[in-house]
């Protein structure tokens, strides 16, 4: 966290938020509080309920320790694809936090961006788009109908 850097190079200034004005970014700060990180878990859990028709509750423990996801036999096939997205818009607020133009703010549309290249990375390193299965494939297609991309096929 930004708060751990500016302890490990002695410079209180490096603590800071770099998507808000939070003097002291810690990890509850970095992964929930910051209102970049609750407009990055409002879109995964529009992305996750128009795809699956689940709402994940955003709480810490959810957010860093993966408790308290939907469970019962509906849910057991989707918990590795809610794991694995969870886990993609976590590293997400993380390369945001400590990206290279960390002082420049990011627009809606680059924001948006990211969040669909993180899910897409997710989707694309668990399979090859040809074999998704259908849990990946339905959150594919859903990515793609919102943010207007679309993978180009083509034929031989």
């Known amino acids: 966290?930004?708060?751990?850097?500016?302890?490990?190079?002695?410079?209180?200034?490096?603590?800071?938020c770099k998507l808000c004005d939070e003097p002291s970014s810690n990890t509850m700060h970095m992964y929930i509080e910051c209102?970049?990180?609750?407009?990055?878990?409002?879109?995964?859990?529009?992305?996750?309920k128009s795809s699956f028709g689940v709402t994940v509750n955003i709480?810490?423990?959810?957010?860093?320790?993966?408790?308290?996801?939907?469970?019962g036999p509906k849910f057991?096939?989707?918990s590795k694809v809610l794991t694995?997205?969870?886990l993609s818009i976590k590293k997400l607020i993380q390369n945001l936090n400590f990206r290279n133009n960390a002082d420049n703010v990011i627009t809606d549309h680059e924001f948006r961006a990211?969040?669909?290249n993180s899910m897409m990375?997710?989707?694309?390193?668990?399979?090859?788009?040809?074999?998704?299965?259908d849990l990946y494939h339905i959150l594919y297609q859903h990515?793609?109908?919102s943010y207007g991309y679309r993978k180009k096929i083509e034929y031989f």
């Open 114 to 116: 990211t969040f669909y």
């Open 35 to 48: 209102p970049a990180a609750v407009k990055l878990w409002k879109l995964y859990n529009q992305t996750i």
């Open 121 to 133: 990375e997710t989707i694309f390193s668990n399979k090859a788009i040809n074999r998704l299965d």
């Open 143 to 145: 990515l793609s109908n």
């Open 1 to 16: 966290t930004p708060r751990k850097q500016s302890c490990r190079l002695r410079d209180p200034d490096a603590a800071a």
């Open 84 to 86: 694995d997205t969870m």
């Open 59 to 71: 709480s810490p423990e959810t957010i860093l320790f993966h408790q308290y996801l939907p469970t």
């Open 76 to 78: 057991r096939r989707i």
